[in-house]
């Protein structure tokens, strides 16, 4: 797809959004009962289920560290949820790759010293497919561990950002993506003192761009900041209101 195609003469991308738009966001707490944390999360048609144990005893005890929790990452993607329509195996690069860039990330924002000699497992399930998986993942996975009651340091917010001609673009879909015109910019924050948990490219971009573009993407993480929170307190006053029951 080309450049032209992209973006049209109005400004309008190919999913009607403009350029510095985010995708709809939906998302809720406590959707699982048997996990200790867990979160459905839905950026435009991408959609993501996390679930998260511990911290509890690790498997291998032999590995576990004296001195903080270890914190285990699964990411599996549903055979329905692209149009490739196969299973991947538990080896697949993509899926190890997605998992080890979340476990990086969530390894400095967790507080693992006040869990020594334990394991805190997040296991990510993708349920349809349509651009910034790693974003969605890690925002699903936020508001899991919060759910959990997990201590963190601060929320992780992450979203994407490319750039087409001379424009940035925001929360780029699978089209965009997928399109070897755009580069692609993944970049994780913690809100609240502004430092960065992930930064993430996939394809080449003129350093002239880049601050441009990574404005940009914080601006999406503090709104995506925003909608995490407002999931937290929905989740909270439920819970209170069935302990009053």
């Known amino acids: 797809m080309s450049r032209q195609e992209l973006i049209s003469p109005e400004g309008l991308r190919v999913d009607g959004r403009?350029?510095?738009?985010?995708?709809?966001?939906?998302?809720?707490?406590?959707?699982?009962?048997?996990?200790?944390?867990?979160?459905?999360?839905?950026?435009?048609?991408?959609?993501?289920?996390?679930?998260?144990?511990g911290p509890r005893e690790p498997r291998n005890r032999s590995l576990a560290q004296q001195d903080h929790a270890t914190i285990n990452v699964e990411f599996n993607i549903a055979p329905f949820s692209t149009s490739e329509r196969r299973k991947r195996s538990k080896g697949d690069k993509r899926l190890l790759e997605i998992s080890s860039f979340v476990k990086q990330t969530f390894e400095g924002a967790i507080q693992t010293a006040i869990y020594p000699r334990s394991q805190i497992d997040i296991y990510i399930h993708l349920l349809q497919h349509d651009?910034?998986?790693?974003?969605?993942?890690?925002?699903?996975a936020t508001l899991a561990l919060v759910d959990a009651g997990i201590s963190m340091m601060d929320y992780v917010c992450a979203c994407t950002a490319?750039?087409?001609?001379?424009?940035?673009?925001?929360?780029?879909?699978?089209?965009?993506e997928s399109s070897i015109e755009v580069p692609?910019?993944?970049?994780?924050?913690m809100p609240r003192n502004g430092n960065i948990a992930l930064l993430q490219m996939e394809s080449k971009l003129h350093s002239s761009k880049l601050e441009d573009?990574?404005?940009?993407?914080?601006?999406?993480?503090?709104?995506?900041?925003?909608?995490?929170?407002?999931?937290?307190?929905?989740?909270?006053?439920?819970l209170a209101d069935k302990l009053s029951n």
């Open 162 to 176: 490319g750039f087409i001609d001379e424009t940035p673009i925001l929360d780029l879909n699978f089209v965009e």
């Open 184 to 189: 692609n910019l993944t970049v994780a924050i």
């Open 131 to 140: 651009g910034g998986t790693l974003e969605t993942c890690i925002n699903a």
């Open 18 to 53: 403009r350029a510095n738009e985010l995708r709809r966001i939906s998302c809720r707490a406590s959707v699982l009962n048997s996990a200790d944390g867990s979160a459905y999360y839905e950026q435009g048609n991408t959609k993501v289920l996390v679930a998260v144990y």
């Open 213 to 238: 573009v990574m404005e940009l993407a914080v601006e999406g993480c503090k709104h995506i900041h925003r909608k995490l929170d407002q999931a937290v307190l929905v989740a909270a006053k439920d």
